[in-house]
């Protein structure tokens, strides 16, 4: 097993927010896999989802921890670093070694807390955009992601035309729904007024709100899965014998849901939460042309992917075929693969074998196209 | 406009329940419409869902609180209040009259609190056959209920079949699916996770676990809507002008499940809220057949309605079917509709044409039937 070791990549240009707020100085957390050849043409970018990191593959040096996307990315895997040089990078504002809210404010010494701006999806690809001048990479061969990572590739391939050679976006939107937008501000509100949240400066008080974030945690998890694979793998299936007429866990499902966000609540940031689940609702190319998000998509030049899974309800394939419509609208290259899996919105990460062999086929015809 | 005054019935023999418990005594409160028949043929028994109460219909003497099946129940309408006569009974354990956790309990002189016993379905049958005895009632004309009330309306036609002529069961389901079970476990462990909770006594620190509730609505509510009604009522429409880079609300979906999750917070009761859900999970007849809801209903004499919503899916159509496949094989009388409806599981609680002609239509096939 390819064991890495993440760098940290300092940054002190100032960085303008679209929140208006500004970050003088900030540092980022990366992970890279493979060898950037010299022609500097096969850098792969992978961008994470809400909870996930620069960690993508391999295992950390400091134990036996496996990257969140090590079935797809690694030698000989469908991303494959014998011939990519595939670059993770934890986002700005998130709680796994970037700059983030508990990370120390250089203006209070003490950590950012609540005082840590809202960063946009834009805002994140501007980072990135960074971190890739700063490695010598004027284009990518790829920029890809699941769900939240998906819509920074969409981002990319808008802001940076030019940058990007292909946009790979797997159970992804272009914009959140209703519901979406709702559950996610149920979690919010779980640890908005969790009362060891303390407006989001917890850090100072020794405490973290973990109640709200257990919580949130489990709203994410059910939205996470499909109804069918959770009836398929828990079902009515109880933890005892016979009911307890008590509130404790009296099905499975209950017991595996209590475990998923207590364990959650133990590594994960609550004002990182809070964050990323609102770059996620302000995340709308289209709102600047009216909607209509086959213009926002006009000036792109990637060729893109974009994966759709048949049970995934957070993100469903209706969304995937809206960036499908809309990139033929603006009359660009684009493959699209639904993918009939059981697994929900969390298919991304399991290793489907139409999944991976649909992604395999597409970085073969990419190293092709850029004679890797 | 109808006013209507809720009586209040005391029984005071023991009620043994499921759990094991025993109520030493209880009461029960209750509405009616309409007048009972000297034949006491022509009584309808109406069960509530979760938040709902005995005020059916009709508006209460002390203001304007409108029943919350007005639209269903009352002269002319389709539980026709001018041939019927319909009894509207608040669940014990429930907090809008009958006795529940917020009650005195007589062995200690305080609130029952976490000391209320859990209560099934089953027991509520148990106790509402009680209500029929009190009131000289032999046999229902139709016992009738939505969700949580459907359930009921099957127990009885299981429990009591020489007591049911029709039972009619509508966005119902004869068992919770995991993920309905896994969105209730969220509702509870944000009540009971809630400081302000106190172990379910509450009452006595002058205080309500009111974050939870808040959280635990906002869940629910979100389930009772269709993703397709969320997006047409509220889609991305923002609460400002522009967007605010912080935790207020940006969207009015958010705006909206707030006030809701707010407003609930105020008047509902945290333990109801709890034992409530509970009832749900438990419940599932065909558990004692070996999972064959058949066999639990062969011995069922009612002829039975069920009725189903196309986007509902808290308990989606699937149910339904299974239900009126069960009664075929048990060779019941069965009716069924699938309504073509936008709004999701509350468009049982809602004046859809097509729904209402349904009911109206089954109940004067009833009146014929009885000769009423």
Chains 1, 2 share one sequence.
């Not at 990366?30 to 060898?35: K, R, S």
């Not at 640890?191 to 973990?210: A, K, N, R």
Request: hydrophobic letters at 45%; proline letters at 3%; one cysteine or more.
């Amino acid at each position: 097993m390819h064991v890495v070791t993440p760098d940290l990549i300092a940054f002190d240009e100032a960085l303008q927010l679209r929140s208006g707020a500004t970050l003088s100085a900030y540092h980022l957390a990366i992970e890279t896999y493979g060898t950037l050849n010299s022609e500097r043409s096969n850098a792969v970018l992978v961008c994470h989802a809400l909870n996930a990191s620069h960690h993508v593959a391999g295992i950390s040096a400091n134990g036996d921890d496996l990257g969140w996307w090590d079935n797809m990315v690694g030698p000989g895997k469908p991303v494959d670093t014998d011939r990519f040089f595939v670059i993770g990078v934890n986002n700005l504002g998130s709680c796994f070694g970037s700059t983030g809210p508990a990370s120390i404010n250089p203006d209070t010494g003490k950590p950012f807390g609540a005082d840590f701006p809202l960063v946009t999806v834009e805002d994140w690809v501007d980072v990135q955009a960074r971190l890739a001048d700063r490695l010598g990479i004027a284009r990518f061969a790829c920029v890809i992601g699941g769900s939240l990572g998906g819509m920074q590739a969409l981002a990319w391939s808008i802001a940076y035309p030019e940058r990007v050679h292909a946009c790979v976006a797997i159970a992804s939107t272009a914009k959140l729904s209703a519901q979406n937008i709702a559950f996610n501000d149920v979690a919010r509100q779980a640890i908005l007024t969790d009362p060891d949240f303390h407006g989001g400066h917890y850090y100072e008080f020794g405490v973290v709100p973990q109640r709200g974030l257990r919580v949130a945690r489990m709203i994410g998890h059910i939205t996470y899965l499909s109804g069918d694979d959770m009836a398929e793998k828990f079902g009515r299936a109880k933890s005892a014998e016979v009911l307890q007429y008590g509130y404790g866990a009296d099905f499975e499902i209950e017991s595996y849901l209590r475990y998923q966000g207590e364990k959650f609540s133990r590594y994960f940031d609550a004002n990182t939460y809070l964050l990323i689940t609102k770059a996620l609702d302000y995340f709308d190319p289209a709102a600047a042309f009216g909607g209509d998000l086959g213009a926002a998509l006009l000036n792109t030049r990637a060729r893109f992917l974009i994966i759709s899974f048949t049970t995934d309800w957070r993100f469903a394939p209706l969304e995937g075929r809206a960036i499908v419509k809309a990139l033929l609208d603006a009359k660009r290259r684009v493959t699209y693969a639904e993918i009939d899996a059981p697994h929900g919105h969390d298919a991304f990460l399991l290793d489907d074998e139409k999944y991976h062999a649909s992604v395999r086929v597409y970085f073969h015809s990419l190293a092709r196209e850029l004679a890797l």
